[in-house]
C-alpha cells in the first residue's frame, strides 16, 4: 500500500510561486503516474496536472497551462507540482495521487492512493 505525504503549501500574494513536494512510499514508486487534483470549499476535487511514469509526458487542466509544471524525481521517489503567477482562484487544498497504470490519469478513478492535503492560499 502506498503512502504519500504533501508538504510545501501556504500563503501567498497574487502573482508568487510555491512548489509543492509529495514524497511517496509503500510501492514501486516509478511503476505508476502521478497526478496533483485540488479542492477549493464547496466544491469538488479536480484535476490539476498529471505526469507518467517516466516524466516523460505531462498534461494540465487549461486552467493552469503555462503557470504551473509538474516533475518527478523517482530516485527521490517524489512528484513535485511548480506553481508560478499564482492567482486567488488557485486558493485550495491540493492533494497528490498515485495512479493505477503507467500512463497519465485525469479522472479521479483512475487513482488509488491519495495524500492528505496541503493548504494553498493565494491572496489578492
Known amino acids: 500500500q502506498v503512502q504519500l505525504v504533501e508538504s510545501g503549501g501556504g500563503l501567498v500574494q497574487a502573482g508568487g510561486s510555491l512548489r509543492l513536494s509529495c514524497a511517496a512510499s509503500?510501492?514501486?514508486?516509478?511503476?505508476?503516474?502521478m497526478g496533483w487534483f485540488r479542492q477549493a470549499p464547496g466544491k469538488e476535487r479536480q484535476f490539476v496536472a498529471t505526469?507518467?511514469?517516466?516524466?516523460?509526458?505531462?498534461y494540465y487542466t487549461d486552467s493552469v497551462k503555462g503557470r504551473f509544471t509538474i516533475s518527478r524525481d523517482n530516485a527521490k521517489n517524489t512528484v513535485y507540482l511548480q506553481m508560478n503567477s499564482l492567482k486567488p482562484e488557485d486558493t485550495a487544498v491540493y492533494y497528490c495521487?498515485?495512479?493505477?497504470?503507467?500512463?497519465?490519469?485525469?479522472?479521479?478513478?483512475?487513482?488509488?492512493?491519495w495524500g492528505q492535503g496541503t493548504q494553498v492560499t493565494v491572496s489578492s
Open positions: 509503500g510501492r514501486t514508486f516509478n511503476r505508476y503516474a
Open positions: 505526469i507518467t511514469w517516466s516524466g516523460g509526458r505531462t
Open positions: 495521487a498515485s495512479a493505477r497504470t503507467p500512463t497519465n490519469v485525469i479522472m479521479r478513478g483512475g487513482y488509488d492512493a
